[in-house]
């Protein structure tokens, strides 16, 4: 087995994020992800209604910027690229040629890509993880999964996507950690000024903390 660069297999899947020790949010009852921005009209799909869409299946590796890996996970649900030729390509505003995206969740967590990123075939809103529905902790109701892009891409919890013809601004500019904008493992786009080599030992450093923290809050 072959991770990207600077990665290593942990056992399991662990519960990690910026939540920290915070337990996830509660789910509403009629959970519905808006989406917005330079849309002629807002939409509003049901997470319910992803039943209904075509679906799809993948088996990826999934890869935190702090340098761990969980290897073998089965998602199922539906393919952006799916969501966005058929419902939000025939409502794109005139004129307006989209560059951004960003996906919110119901934790306020917020992830910013380039729209040519998350239209490749292995990016899922997905509602199920290793045959069963997503459980609170990997992001119920549903989450973006992008294996190709490190894990703080992969909103979990997702309530909101937008679509933005520039890139919006980022919040953490200033911060010792700045995240790549990209973020693709293969090219271990760690950060955003430093090679991504350069800045694994930092991160390595945070695994332990951040998972002993995240775990606190998990449901399990
Ligand atoms: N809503 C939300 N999504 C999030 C986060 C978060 O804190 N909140 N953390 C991100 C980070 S940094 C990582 S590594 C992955 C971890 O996903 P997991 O908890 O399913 O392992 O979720 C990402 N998505
Ligand atoms: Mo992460």
């Known amino acids: 087995m072959t991770l990207p660069p600077g990665q290593r297999a942990v056992d399991g899947f662990p519960r990690f994020g910026t ?5 996830a949010p509660p789910i509403p009852d009629d959970p519905v992800i808006t989406i917005g921005g330079h849309l002629t009209e807002p939409l509003a799909l049901a997470v319910s209604d992803l039943g209904s869409l075509p679906r799809r299946e993948i088996q990826a590796d999934f890869h935190c910027v702090a340098g761990w890996s969980a290897t073998g996970l089965r998602w199922a649900g539906v393919a952006f690229d ?16 989209l560059t951004h995206v960003t ?7 917020r992830s910013i890509v380039q729209l ?3 239209l490749g075939d292995d990016v899922l809103i997905a509602d199920r993880l290793d045959g069963a529905p997503l459980c609170s902790d990997h992001g119920a109701p549903v989450r973006l999964v992008s294996p190709g892009q490190y894990g703080f891409i992969n909103t979990k919890h997702l309530c909101r996507i937008e679509f933005h013809t520039v890139a919006p601004p980022v919040t953490d500019r200033f911060s010792p950690l700045a995240s790549h904008p990209r973020a693709r493992v293969w090219a271990e786009e760690r950060h955003r000024y430093l090679p991504g080599r350069a800045i694994r030992p930092i991160y390595r450093s945070l695994i332990g903390p951040i998972r002993a923290m995240s775990a606190r809050g998990s449901s399990a």
């Open 116 to 118: 040519d990123d998350v």
């Open 82 to 97: 799916t969501l966005y030729r058929t419902r939000i390509a025939p409502i794109v505003e005139p004129g307006a040629s």
């Open 19 to 23: 939540h920290l020790h915070h337990p």
């Open 103 to 109: 996906f919110e969740g119901l934790d306020g967590f």
